[in-house]
């Protein structure tokens, strides 16, 4: 069972970046699809960029144009740039690996990094 770990998150002031990154155990070419999601206080987890083995990228439409979903192959390694922080992107963002499985996909977690953004 892989395992993530991001990193990156903390204390920012609005308009300011940053870049979260998510660590896996083993290779990320092993997954189907890796994707960053956050969940703000009292609301529910959304989605907000995926990346494939060959790089494609899909964004969630509220955050196409700031956020950058990337990989990093040999270091088993997934980014995302946040530019120009806004409050509403206060969250715990998460790491997200898929395996995709004729019966039933693996999805894998990380434990999360907390973006606080101070206006």
């Known amino acids: 069972q892989v395992h993530l770990v991001e990193s990156g998150g903390g204390l920012v002031q609005v308009g300011e970046s940053l870049r979260l990154s998510c660590a896996a155990s083993?290779?990320?070419?092993?997954?189907?699809?890796m994707g960053w999601f956050r969940q703000a206080p009292g609301k529910q987890r959304e989605w907000l960029a995926i990346?494939?083995?060959?790089?494609?990228?899909n964004y969630a439409a509220s955050v196409k144009g700031r956020f950058t979903i990337s990989r990093d192959n040999p270091k088993n390694m997934v980014h995302l740039q946040i530019n120009g922080l806004e409050p509403e992107d206060t969250a715990v963002y998460y790491c997200?690996?898929?395996?995709?499985?004729?019966?039933?996909?693996?999805?894998?977690w990380g434990q999360g990094t907390q973006v606080t953004v101070s206006s």
């Open positions: 997200k690996a898929i395996e995709f499985r004729v019966n039933g996909n693996n999805e894998y």
């Open positions: 083993e290779s990320i070419q092993d997954f189907n699809v």
């Open positions: 990346i494939t083995p060959n790089g494609a990228t």
